[in-house]
């Protein structure tokens, strides 16, 4: 996923800047990507190649965003039925995303729909004073993606990241799937692990932007 010693400072960056939070989520691990356009390329294949998002199935998008979110969902690959969530309401410092509204969303999580999968664009956080990533409030849910360039102008270096606790509901959904589409996954990550059922959903993202046979 990443050279180890350089995990470990980009983790520590992380956590500071971002918030995730080892305390609340447990440990986390990072895959270095080249950029946040990589990271969400790799996370949707992912998703598809482990049966956890189905062809029309229905996402939420957040809105404003970047505009590539708001045409992947509609490729062939996809065609995902979106419903988009506006950011319409503002804080009294004139910002979007106010307390309230995350409170919203974890209670959303926590009384209707624990196994909601969350991909949270963190590559603006930078900016924000204060900023706190939906990765630190719902750390068992949310897969954090952050890139360097925007903030430190280093565009054309491609640097991200893709974060994972190690406690996640991608494992756990993948663990519930038939065992008919299990099977298929198995062979799939065969190479990688003696039990391939053993391999966790960062490392499948990992092997999957590889087109697996090309992992090592």
Known sequence: RMLIHIEKIVKEYLK????????????????????????MC?????????????????????????????????????????????????????????QKSISKIVDIV????????????????????GFRSLMADLPYNTIGVYS??????????RLGTIALHENNVFDKLI???PYSIRKRTMRRYADLNPVPENVPFIDRIVADSRQVALNH
């Open 16 to 39: 500071r800047e971002m918030k995730y939070d080892v305390e609340k989520g447990g440990e986390f691990n990072v895959f270095a990507v080249e950029g946040a356009t990589a990271a």
């Open 42 to 98: 790799y996370i949707f294949d992912s998703l598809i190649a482990n049966n956890l998002l189905l062809k029309g199935d229905k996402i939420a998008i957040m809105t404003p965003v970047f505009t590539p979110y708001l045409e992947i969902p509609h490729l062939p690959r996809y065609e995902f039925e979106v419903v988009y969530i506006n950011a319409d309401e503002i804080d009294e410092n004139d910002e979007h995303i106010s």
């Open 110 to 129: 926590k009384t209707k729909n624990k196994d909601l999968m969350i991909i949270s664009d963190d590559v603006y956080g930078t900016f924000i004073h």
């Open 148 to 157: 360097y360039s925007k903030y430190f102008g280093v565009t054309g270096w």
């Open 175 to 177: 663990k519930e799937l």
